[in-house]
């Protein structure tokens, strides 16, 4: 049995979508956990209006107290979930095969050395998304450094092995700082192109240059929480680097954004040395050389099909 949770904002129409999609897991949910963060509309009062009432899961929700707290949302879901397991969904993903997650599902319930489990990215009519817009480009279940954060599924008791999600790192990136923490701790992380939900990204909401300045940001606090420091010189002026090279390829007009970076940055740095756990020096070897060569992960027997391949 599994919990759903979903952090949303201002997207009703997916996450309608998406609560309709989760009817073919019934059987296996225990709860879905809404997460509302400060939606112009409260989900509340969609749910109210727009849910069946015969809608066969039980569903609780939860307001945060302003917007963009989206890891803390994360967080609240994993710290009262009642399974073992909770299936996170982006507000904008769905099920299209409920056999492509329940099988994922027991993949990490026969082996416990899973801290987490990627998803594949597909269309409403379950065809995978360009390989480039995966988690990994191999055809095959793979271990990964880091799953997306649209689909996935994560063991509640990894999670609160390594202290959560991290609430420094939010927006975007949270997914490496979060992976490399449950590698560091022991667990695995795999994913499978048979694994698979429908992700059709929306862009409401979305904003380039925020996306550019957050993602150098949770760069330069990712390589400050958990790289050694005689790693800082040649990591972090790359991460620096980097702002300028997404910035011109994406064509984002960003005045000031890298000033932004490093104020934030700057402001963060009481925290990070607080919260700062170095990642031995094993996992960042075998991270390094997992990114370059894949590492095969061979997917223990369970009761569901495996999905048809498209």
């Given at each position: ?6 952090v ?5 129409d997916?996450?309608?979508r ?14 879905a ?8 509309t ?6 109210h ?6 809608y ?29 397991f909770?299936l ?5 993903a769905?099920?299209?095969?409920g056999?492509r997650v ?11 050395s899973?801290?987490?489990?990627g ?45 959560g999600?991290?609430q ?20 695995k992380v ?21 996306y ?16 050694p ?10 991460k ?28 963060a ?5 607080r919260?700062?756990r ?14 370059k ?17 498209v």
């Open positions: 049995m599994i919990t759903v949770g979903i949303t904002r201002n997207r009703p997916e996450l309608l998406n609560l309709a999609s989760l009817r073919q897991l019934s059987g296996s949910i225990v709860e956990i809404i997460v509302d963060d400060y939606s112009e409260p989900v509340d009062e969609l749910l209006r727009q849910l069946d009432s015969h066969p899961i039980s569903i609780r929700t939860a307001r945060m107290r302003s917007p963009r707290m989206y890891i803390e949302g994360l967080n609240y879901i994993d710290d009262n979930a009642r399974a073992d909770v996170h969904l982006d507000d904008d769905f099920v299209v095969d056999q329940i099988q994922a599902l027991e993949v990490a319930q026969l082996d416990s899973i801290g987490a489990a998803f594949a990215q597909c269309d409403e009519c379950g065809r995978l998304h360009d390989i480039s817009v995966q988690p990994s480009p191999h055809v095959q279940s793979v271990e990964i450094n880091a799953f997306t954060g649209y689909g996935f599924i994560l063991r509640r008791s990894a999670w609160q092995r390594i202290g999600f991290n420094l790192i939010y927006h975007f990136g949270w997914e490496k700082d979060l992976c490399i923490r449950l590698w560091d701790a022991g667990y795999v994913y499978s192109p048979e694994w698979s939900v429908g992700h059709l990204a929306s862009t409401r909401g979305r904003d380039m240059s925020v550019l300045r957050y993602t150098v940001r949770n760069d330069l606090l990712f390589t400050l929480l958990n790289l420091v005689y790693l800082w010189p040649f990591w972090l002026p790359l620096i680097a980097a702002y300028s090279k997404m910035r011109n390829a994406w064509g984002v007009n960003d005045p000031g954004g890298m000033k932004w970076v490093l104020a934030e940055v700057r402001s740095w009481p925290e990070v040395r919260k700062r170095v990642v031995q020096t094993a996992v960042l070897s075998a991270w390094r050389r997992r990114g060569t894949p590492i095969h992960y061979q997917i223990l027997h369970t009761t569901a099909p495996m999905a048809t391949k």
